[in-house]
């Protein structure tokens, strides 16, 4: 089989590309999701707060994705579930299975790569103890809450500040459980300012800043959680120690994109991110395949993905048109002081066609700060900033007359400021 | 729990523990004419050391010439190979490296050299350090000299323990399982043994309880002998990723100085690596912990012998528990008439149990006067592994079984069919961890994060269990709580027993 456009994944990004491309004129496509149903990820993330930069209200996840399903349905665009890829080859041969087609193999035009990303587990953490049951990544215990309707456990200790841990950590105290603590090795939290104020002030959970789990005590089910503070490297201080009696453990200890089926196509990847290398189309060193979403960098914000995606989609759309070549001209974009990553890290000026976001972090959380992108020993942008934190994705838009004439490589950083 | 009358049953011999060793014995018995009989005290088989395990084949050098360990290892391994084709088990001739980091340890090369061909191990040698790196590139350059032995390999000891057991209950042995053995007294015709769950009557006994080997051992031998001293030894482990990079192919173990033992550095049969074990001798018989010490010590001790090595990709660690006795010698023995021992079976204990199974069992049928059966079936063929299959053998096996198009766990690739097949088994897995074993499911690198839910559905579909009654491993180790909006306190909320 042929396909003009094979997206990987049905969730929030793989069909904001598809509805993208689709808008840019593809017509042939297949977006292939693993879940039984579309939407990915949102559809476990029953709290609110989601469309509210990409449709001006306020949403929970299945809302969002059921946006995004109706107009992927409206266009035609099919979408098989209960299916996963096996592999994706350099030449853009997936190969993919489901218990109704069994398995099959697409020889796809462009690829778009949205496989979202994957929670980082215990064992990549090194927390000693024992290997009870009650150890859960917080997105495992957030689908057996809120899709199966199975309680984790009652008495509950966090540990990482990601988004999800905070959502879960009120969603544990809405079910009933006690949250003791949420334990953060950083001195800052990893999640979203909103969510330390929704999720835990308002429900009275401490948020324990410079402290790690030391210990897991329990042979067969959590029996308690050690909790120590951490110096300046992260390292526990003895007599620090505290044990919080509990029959649970969520972990919400960083995001990692999924690019399993990306490493098999040969696509290089960023030791930063965990992500594809890419370009302003979003475009991989694999010709014709295309990165978006939380598989190419992990976002904050579902609206910032759906944007993004789009942009991949449109780009996907044109690469099977044939419209665009190569010019030849290709420009870095580098991370500055105090930005620990860009996205893309390169661009092409003479293919803009419309302003070009640059998406980054950066590195510790500071304030009073200026954003200043910079090329050729002169400042493009500068834009003055109050607070930013490394939980919070930042963004600078570069218009094309902006980057027209820059040779040299682009560079963005942060200026001035106080630690925060 | 409502307790259950005392049932008295029947069996010719009663093998106590399903670990690799209880179940290569029953898998031996099973060739002749007698009913056998597995009990273990734990949910499944390999529960024990058999689980925490480096899966390393040894070539046989280690063991003192003369001992009764020397020969059942030097057995074993040739058995080896030729049991884990029969059985359809994951095994690799990849060969092993001893090295030492300086021409004083020479001298200890030499003394293993001698030892394995006393001991008769096959094509031993002695090598500098640059034809050890030419065998096995990661090989650090600090290495001056090493022993080289092409004979070892490595084995899934999980499958090999669930294959024995499995091809054990195809032959007619039957197991049951939360069993413990509580005594064991001689009664007319045999032994009365006492367990949780009522008594048995046996013919003989076999005594291959792993850490509780000691207990049984004294209260059946005669007060005048010997007592059988066995203490837990943890080792712990550090598992690295698939993709992790560089990893050595050869098992590379380092030769042991007065500063210690040494770590090793080897691959398993499915692509992962493995660095430990430690060794501490620890009082608590489930003092299955790891300890932050005792991890950074494997890591400090491993990256001699690999500098580049890549514990960044750790995605789990564990420990386990070797029954170590007290003179490091397997006691395999009558303590009393009709009760036999295998006992203080630690390393190279898994290497070992093809011997150790047939050895025990020819000394039972001996007292038994048993024989042989014309209808023993030594084959066995395991689930379909999908990953492994060819595309054309995936493609007619999900034609014909749709539920082998549903990929379960991501990581390892393991489908629902893969999973639902094992719990129609002769021996199926009753936890997730008893899946983790057999499949895999659960191993990789996110741990269970993705695939727990799913593997529950297939549990309780297939065992026909609620939520809460689905297990991690061990009864107390339940998953969920119940259902939600029902409150801790709410009867219905608790499905199973805690």
């Known amino acids: 089989m042929r396909r003009d456009l094979v997206i990987i994944g049905g969730g929030p990004a793989g069909l904001a590309a598809a509805v993208a491309a689709y808008g840019a004129g593809a017509r042939d496509i297949l977006v292939l999701e693993r879940d039984v149903e579309l939407g990915g990820i949102l559809n476990q993330c029953v709290h609110n707060g989601f469309g509210l930069h990409a449709f001006k209200e306020e949403l929970t996840g299945p809302e969002y994705a059921a946006r995004y399903v109706e107009m992927a349905r409206e266009r035609g665009i099919e979408c098989r579930c209960g299916t996963t890829v096996l592999d994706v080859s350099s030449e853009r041969t997936v190969t993919c299975l489901s218990p109704e087609r069994g398995l099959e193999t697409v020889e796809a035009g462009a690829v778009v790569l949205a496989m979202g990303c994957r929670e980082r587990p215990r064992g990549a953490l090194n927390i000693p103890g024992y290997r009870p049951a009650g150890v859960f990544s917080a997105g495992t215990a957030q689908r057996l809450v809120n899709r199966e309707g199975l309680m984790p456990g009652r008495r509950v200790v966090v540990l990482g500040s990601g988004d999800i841990g905070l959502i879960m950590a009120r969603r544990m105290a809405l079910e009933g459980a006690e949250v003791l603590c949420v334990a953060e090795l950083m001195p800052y939290s990893g999640g979203l300012k909103r969510n330390i104020v929704q999720c835990l002030d308002d429900f009275g959970i401490p948020l324990l800043l410079s402290h790690t789990a030391t210990r897991v005590l329990g042979r067969e089910r959590v029996e308690g959680v050690e909790i120590a503070q951490v110096d300046g490297h992260g390292a526990p201080i003895p007599g620090t120690e505290r044990v919080y009696e509990c029959d649970t453990l969520l972990l919400s200890c960083g995001l990692l994109p999924e690019n399993e089926l990306s490493r098999q196509a040969g696509v290089g990847l960023s030791s930063v991110t965990g992500g594809p290398v890419v370009d302003e189309r979003l475009m991989t060193d694999v010709p014709g395949v295309f990165a978006c979403g939380n598989v190419l960098h992990v976002h904050d914000l579902v609206d910032h993905v759906s944007e993004e995606a789009a942009h991949a989609g449109r780009a996907a759309a044109a690469y099977v048109a044939g419209g665009e070549g190569e010019t030849g001209r290709r420009v870095a974009i580098e991370a500055g002081s105090h930005v620990r990553y860009t996205v893309p890290s390169s661009v092409d000026p003479a293919r803009l066609d419309g302003p070009l976001t640059v998406r980054f972090r950066v590195t510790e959380p500071l304030r009073d700060v200026a954003l200043v992108v910079s090329a050729d020993g002169r400042e493009l942008v500068r834009r003055k900033r109050r607070v930013v934190a490394p939980g919070e994705m930042e963004q600078a838009v570069l218009g094309p007359a902006v980057l027209a004439d820059v040779t040299g490589p682009v560079t963005v950083s942060v200026e001035g400021g106080d630690r925060g | ?498």
């Open chain 2, 1 to 498: 729990m409502v307790p259950r009358a005392p049932i008295e049953r029947e069996c010719d011999v009663l093998v106590i523990g399903a670990g690799v060793v209880g179940c290569a014995i029953a898998r031996e018995l099973t060739r002749r004419d007698l009913a056998v009989h597995v009990v273990e005290a734990e949910e499944d088989v390999c529960c024990g050391a058999s689980k925490a395990n480096s899966g390393i084949v040894h070539a046989g050098f280690d063991a003192r010439p003369g001992t009764l360990m020397a020969r059942l290892n030097v057995q074993g391994a040739a058995l080896m190979p030729g049991l884990c084709a029969e059985l359809d088990v994951p095994y690799r001739n990849n060969g092993s490296l001893v090295l030492c980091f300086d021409d004083e340890g020479r001298a200890g090369l030499e003394r293993l050299l001698a030892q394995g061909l006393r001991n008769g191990v096959r094509d031993l040698s002695i090598v500098g350090g640059d034809e050890a790196r030419a065998i096995e590139p990661t090989v650090s350059p600090e290495v001056r000299w090493a022993l080289w032995a092409p004979t070892a390999g490595i084995v899934d000891p999980f499958l090999l323990t669930v294959a024995l057991a499995e091809n054990a209950a195809e032959n007619g042995a039957e197991f049951s399982f939360n069993e413990r053995v509580a005594a064991a007294e001689p009664a007319r015709g045999g032994w009365l043994v006492t367990t949780s769950a009522g008594s048995w009557r046996a013919g003989a006994v076999v005594n291959a309880a792993g850490l509780d080997s000691a207990r049984l051992f004294n209260a059946t031998v005669g007060d005048a002998a010997p007592r059988l001293s066995i203490t837990p030894r943890r080792g712990s482990y550090y598992l690295l990723d698939k993709t992790a990079a560089p990893v050595p192919s050869v098992t590379l173990f380092q030769l042991p100085t007065d500063k210690g033992k040494g770590v090793l550095v080897a691959p398993t049969c499915h692509g992962n690596t493995l660095v430990g074990p430690t060794a501490v001798d620890v009082e608590d018989p489930l003092a299955t912990e790891t300890t932050a010490a005792e991890l950074a010590d494997v890591a400090e001790k491993a990256v001699r012998s690999v500098p580049d090595l890549p514990l960044r990709s750790v995605i789990t660690s564990f420990a386990g528990l070797r029954a170590h006795e007290a003179g490091h010698e397997f006691v395999i023995r009558e303590s009393a008439p009709g009760f036999f021992n295998a006992a203080g079976i630690e390393s190279p204990g898994l290497t070992s149990a093809p011997a150790i199974g047939v050895m025990v069992a020819d000394a039972v049928s001996r007292a038994l006067c048993a024989t042989q059966r014309g209808d023993f079936q030594g084959e066995r063929l395991g689930v379909p592994r999908f990953a492994d299959l060819p595309g054309e053998e995936q493609a007619s096996l999900v034609a014909e079984r749709p539920s082998y198009g549903h990929v379960v766990c991501r990581c390892e690739l393991v489908t629902q069919g893969e999973i639902e097949d094992a719990c129609r088994r002769p021996v199926p897995p009753r936890t997730l961890d008893g899946v983790k074993r057999r499949l895999r499911a659960g191993m990789g690198r996110c741990q269970g994060g993705f695939c727990t839910p799913f593997v529950m559905q297939v549990l309780e579909r297939e065992l026909g269990l609620a939520p809460s009654e689905v297990h991690k491993s061990g009864a107390r180790s339940w998953i969920v709580d119940g259902p939600t909006k029902t409150g801790a306190d709410d009867p219905v909320a608790k499905g199973g027993e805690r």
